[in-house]
């Protein structure tokens, strides 16, 4: 098990922009989750979860596949949400999750990465 001791932060910060005299301004921020990213070693596949979403869940034979298919995983599981009428938990910062002794841990132990949540699903997140 590789601790890689990173701690991953994310801001965002509004832009503006002029375009044929208008001022623009970019859209707001995707919501994205935190991943925590298993390495088990060259002969294990790659796992992925999500502490704030329980059951759901990625792999792939190297970490470029996981991180692809972790966003197929997150869509899926906004879906399968919507349709029971319940709506995704807000997701929570690195720091948030790190002030969690449940999860802070796996962010010690393991990569951290930020899947964001594609638009189609994007409603089911609250």
Partial sequence: MQSWGTWVRVLFVPSTSRQNGRVTESPPPMTRYVAIVEDAGPDQAIGIWFSDLPGCFSGG???????????????????????????LPAPRSVSQLRDDPAVAPDLKDHLVA???????????AE
Avoid: C, P, T
């Fill in 114 to 124: 930020l899947i964001a949540l594609h638009a189609g699903a994007a409603h089911a």
């Fill in 61 to 87: 034979d190297d970490v470029d596949a996981a991180l692809r298919n972790a966003e197929e995983a997150l869509s899926l599981y906004a879906d399968a949400l919507a349709q029971e009428g319940r709506a």
